[in-house]
């Protein structure tokens, strides 16, 4: 069992930075990988980027390649997302999410157990 709480959202102009954080309750954090996802007015839930419970491979979504980070600090129970050079199109609600088990990194929501409450990001042009 793992809560999560994403943090870090805010109004940003086009071109700039957010760091998204998302911290988790419990000792079994490192035991898990993480995702971020995203859902925009109107769009389905998207996938954004994932990295593995050691934080030693990490995947992103082709919109955000280049541009986004994900990083953990497994001694801190915490999950980042780096995003640089935002876009009006990355305004969205963030969701962190926690895989239990399986086989490299996924993309696919359905694949995760657990979800937090979400931080929105605007990004102005």
């Known amino acids: 069992q793992v809560q999560l709480a994403e943090s870090g959202g805010g109004l940003v102009q086009a071109g700039g930075s957010l760091r998204l954080s998302c911290a988790a309750s419990g000792r079994t954090f490192g035991s898990y990988s993480m995702g971020w996802f995203r859902q925009a007015p109107g769009k389905e839930r998207e996938f954004v980027a994932a990295?593995?419970?050691?934080?030693?491979?990490?995947t992103y979504a082709d919109s955000v390649k280049g541009r986004f980070t994900i990083s953990r600090d497994n001694a801190k129970n915490t999950v980042y997302l780096q995003m640089n050079s935002l876009k009006p199109e990355d305004t969205a609600v963030y969701y962190c999410?926690?895989?239990?088990?399986?086989?490299?990194?996924?993309?696919?929501?359905?694949?995760?157990?657990?979800w937090g409450q979400g931080t929105q990001v605007t990004v102005s042009s």
């Open positions: 990295i593995s419970r050691s934080g030693g491979t990490s």
């Open positions: 999410a926690a895989r239990r088990s399986g086989f490299g990194l996924a993309w696919n929501s359905d694949e995760y157990n657990y």
